[in-house]
């Protein structure tokens, strides 16, 4: 079925990506997560080469097969019944599973101290809502259970005697952990978005404003004579420069959506990094003649081919390059690719004003912005994208810095065996 699935998928000139299991080297068995797409077809469209990419994800599997192993809880009908006090007058199998309390013990105790302590008033306010024929009254109590935090929905129904007054109360439990939790998800992945909006949107304000108010200065100086064109010019730098950043602040959020809700299409190919890396590092040197800043570039001979999005990789590049360029005044930026062990590295080192440590636990986070005003660039999103694109290719993003010395950020991008 795999072979038929992968096959299927080439034909048609679509990506595939399969998770399978095979030896090592070593002949142990590994779970694989494989990514690929055709290169090459014959004269009849027939596929006959493709590329792809395989990633060890055993860890994973084994952790996954493990939280199976333990199994939440499951009860049966977790059922009981109280009198008007509270007192517990009946109780099934599926509570005494739940409690781990038996009959005889149940029947000792009132409802309220079943829950903890902070229920009580949940608790007497549910008990309300039920006597007054509610038939929706309920409440959520978390617990603990054999390792599990549990979501429990118990349902409170008013019982009457033969005489129509009150008998006491039905309670019916329910699991509702999955419900919780998937609510909480939610709940997160819609803050997450609504901070997102905020943040940019008041991000954006300070450019747009200084583009608004260049705009009203060009307005102005056009209509004096003679025209002043070194200041108009003057004002229409400012404009183009915030409009860039404007650009690149839409640009990384929605890069940062793709990445962080999985829609990012990515293009894994047999890369040459080195004569990679060397094109686009010839792209800026004009840029940092003009701050009379020295770039350095140092790669490594006869390194191997490694396979990557190109397009993502030299967007993490380009993003330290940034970083570098921007918070650089003196002296200039190193750019290293060499091989250590199973992993291409990619080494950016400036001598900038560097990083203090206090602000080094936030700096992969959202928006992290660890420099005074005068000096923020950018969106602040740039290094979470590149640590989500390392992430992607099974590398990742280390650093070292000193304030007021200077700041070294490597990737490190694991070699794929064929």
Known sequence: PLKEVIQTQLFQGKPYRA?????????????????????????????????????????HMRQQNEREERKFPQFGPMTFQTDGAGKIIEWSKGAEELFAINEEEAKKKTV???????????????????????KLAAFVAQMERNGFSLALSFQLTLQKNGEGNSGGFLWK????????????????????KSNLVTIISHQLRTPLSVVQNSLAILEELSEKEPVNKEECHEYLDICKNNVSRITEMIH?????????????????????LGKAIQEFLESLKGKFEEKQLKLGIEIAPSLPCVMIDRESIIKAVNI??????????????????????????????????????????????MFAQIHSSNLRFG?????VIAKK????????????????????FRLHIPLKEK
């Open 320 to 365: 330290l390059m940034q970083n570098a360029f921007n918070f650089t005044e003196k002296g200039g930026v190193v750019v290293r690719l060499y091989q250590k062990e199973d992993q291409l590295m990619i080494e950016v080192a400036d001598t900038g004003i560097g990083i203090r440590k206090e602000d080094f636990p936030t700096l992969f986070t």
């Open 19 to 59: 998770k399978f299991r095979m030896k090592n080297k070593k002949g142990e068995w590994i779970w694989i997560l494989s990514y690929g797409n055709l290169v090459e077809k014959d004269q009849d469209g027939k596929p006959i080469r493709a590329m792809g990419i395989h990633l060890d994800i055993s860890d």
């Open 379 to 383: 969106s602040g999103l740039g290094l």
């Open 173 to 192: 439990g329910k699991d509702v952990t999955d419900r919780a939790k998937m609510s909480e998800k939610v709940v997160a992945l819609e803050q997450e």
């Open 389 to 408: 694109i390392l992430e992607y290719h099974g590398g990742t993003v280390t650093f070292e810095s000193e304030f007021g010395k200077g700041s070294t």
């Open 112 to 134: 309220y101290e079943l829950f903890e302590n902070e229920k009580k008033p949940l608790i007497d306010a549910t008990i309300s809502k039920a006597s007054e024929g509610d």
């Open 252 to 272: 990384d959020t929605l890069d940062y959506e793709e990445l962080e809700f999985h829609l990012k299409e990515w293009n894994f190919k047999e890369v040459d």
